[in-house]
Nanobody, 125 residues
């Protein structure tokens, strides 16, 4: 199982980025994908998640600015991030877990079995 994030970079406040999470080694369409971020000196924060059926969940700080999506044919999930703020600066990770349709805590890191290495997003003011 491998997850590879890309698309991070340095942007000015108010700008946009699209992060990608490309997966291999498992049946992508049967798995939920989550995006988390971790700023220096802080814990890992849940950003968004999308189930195998396409239902999306968002953390309060990003609601209305971030959009998660997936393309099962490409084994890739995306995180569109708009109206970036300096406080969005962090290392962004994607993670995955088998989605069997049962209830789960999408915001908990313990729910996810595999993680990528992260892509850095830096927002200048």
């Amino acid at each position: 199982v491998q997850l590879v994030e890309s698309g991070g970079g340095l942007v000015q406040a108010g700008g946009s980025l699209r992060l990608s999470c490309t997966a291999s080694g498992f049946s992508f369409g049967d798995y939920a994908i989550g995006w988390f971020r971790q700023a220096p000196g802080k814990g890992r924060e849940a950003v968004a998640s999308i189930g195998y059926h396409g239902v999306a969940y968002y953390g309060a700080p990003v609601m209305g600015r971030f959009t998660i999506s997936r393309d099962n044919a490409k084994n890739t999930a995306y995180l569109q991030i708009n109206s970036l703020r300096p406080e969005d600066t962090a290392l962004y990770y994607c993670a995955t877990t088998k989605d069997d349709g049962s209830s789960w805590d999408w915001m908990s890191t313990y729910e996810y079995d595999y993680w990528g290495q992260g892509t850095q997003v830096t927002v200048s003011s």
